[in-house]
Nanobody, 114 residues
Framework: QVQLVESGGGLVQPGGSLRLSCAAS????????MDWYRQAPGMGRELVAS????????NYADSVKGRFTISRDNAKNTVYLQMNSLKPGDTAMYYC???????WGQGTQVTVSS
């Protein structure tokens, strides 16, 4: 079955960086567009970044444009989210998801605080 395992979250000071990873299995990873979402406490889930199956095109929410970079390694069935210049407003649980598949991973917590 589809499995998505996010990792790399943690506590970071404002202005810091983190790199999230999402290891995928149970489906043909290279055939699917991949998304990163986040959900802050008391808020809905927000689409943060997307990448095409070949990795040749990306899209970002306005709130993270210029600070976050999504990438993927189809040989490793892994999608990444490099997050720079982090702000307290980026604090959330971060999830990856394959476009058009229903499964979610357990998420990884990112907390930006001094």
């Amino acid at each position: 079955q589809v499995q998505l395992v996010e990792s790399g979250g943690g506590l970071v000071q404002p202005g810091g960086s983190l790199r999230l990873s999402c290891a995928a299995s149970g489906f043909t990873f290279s055939a699917f567009m991949m998304d990163w979402y986040r959900q802050a406490p008391g808020m809905g889930r927000e689409l943060v970044a997307s990448i095409t199956s070949a990795g040749d095109s990306t899209n970002y929410a306005d709130s993270v444009k210029g600070r976050f970079t999504i990438s993927r390694d189809n040989a490793k069935n892994t999608v990444y989210l490099q997050m720079n210049s982090l702000k307290p407003g980026d604090t959330a649980m971060y999830y990856c998801k394959a476009r058009f598949l229903a499964s979610w991973g357990q998420g990884t917590q990112v907390t930006v605080s001094s």
